[in-house]
């Protein structure tokens, strides 16, 4: 069974910085992309970072770009999120979300919850 | 970026009628390998998104046979034959066809 678990999550002050971790498991984690989005508050579903199979290849929203980095190692079936220079319109959920080149967005993880708030 | 608009934004149907959510796109999500990169996912409350339909019509892993979408190009549809209790939640389209992938505004389907 695919399973994918985010921790990290919890309230961070402007300007702070968090780090989110998703492990997976029931599939081989170094086959796929792996993907974060995050939803905020009564909003809809944001695209906010990518990382290719083997880590080379990142690409991040805009809204994302120089403050957070996405990274994996594929040792452990780990996914990870670091996010500096938070901002109140980073707080969201944080969702960690398989590739899958057959069916993009296949499995999600729980979801961890970020919130920016001094 | 692509954007993604979903019509309508809330739906509220009363059980064992049809449903239709309208998704169109702001460019085609036809890819030179002859795929279309739009899908269909649901979030029921209190849950993560779920995968739906991928690549406009194929129903993913322990979809019920009631969901089906179609479309093509620009302008895609996702449709419930007969709405059953379980099929509250916000529905959303996604386009995968170029990063960063984007998502409609999402519509909420709710029970008479």
């Known amino acids: 069974e695919v399973q994918l678990v985010e921790s990290g999550g919890g309230l961070v002050r402007p300007g702070g910085s968090l780090r989110l971790s998703c492990e997976a498991s029931g599939f081989t984690f170094s086959s796929y992309a792996m993907y974060w989005v995050r939803q905020a508050p009564v909003k809809g579903l944001e695209f906010v970072a990518t990382?290719?199979?083997?880590?080379?290849?990142?690409y991040y929203a805009n809204s994302v770009k120089g403050r957070f980095t996405i990274s994996r190692d594929n040792s452990k079936n780990t996914l990870y999120l670091q996010m500096g220079s938070l901002r109140p319109e980073d707080m969201a959920v944080y969702y960690c979300v398989r590739g899958n080149a057959a069916a993009e967005f296949d499995y999600w993880g729980q979801g961890a919850q970020v919130t920016v708030s001094s | 970026d692509f954007v993604m608009t979903q019509t309508p934004l809330s739906l509220s149907v009363t059980p064992g009628q049809p449903a239709s959510i309208s998704c169109k796109s702001s460019?085609?999500?036809?890819?030179?390998?002859?795929?279309?990169?739009l899908y269909w996912y649901l979030q029921k409350p209190g849950q993560s998104p779920q995968l739906l339909i991928y690549?406009?019509?194929s129903r993913f892993s322990g979809v019920p046979e009631r969901f089906s979408g179609s479309g093509s190009g620009t302008d895609f549809t996702l449709k419930i034959s007969r709405v059953e209790a379980e099929d509250v939640g916000i529905y959303y389209c996604m386009q995968a066809i170029d990063v960063p992938y984007t998502f409609g505004q999402g519509t909420k389907l709710e029970i008479k």
């Open positions: 990382i290719s199979s083997n880590g080379i290849s990142t």
């Open positions: 460019q085609s999500l036809r890819h030179n390998d002859g795929k279309t990169y």
């Open positions: 690549e406009i019509s």
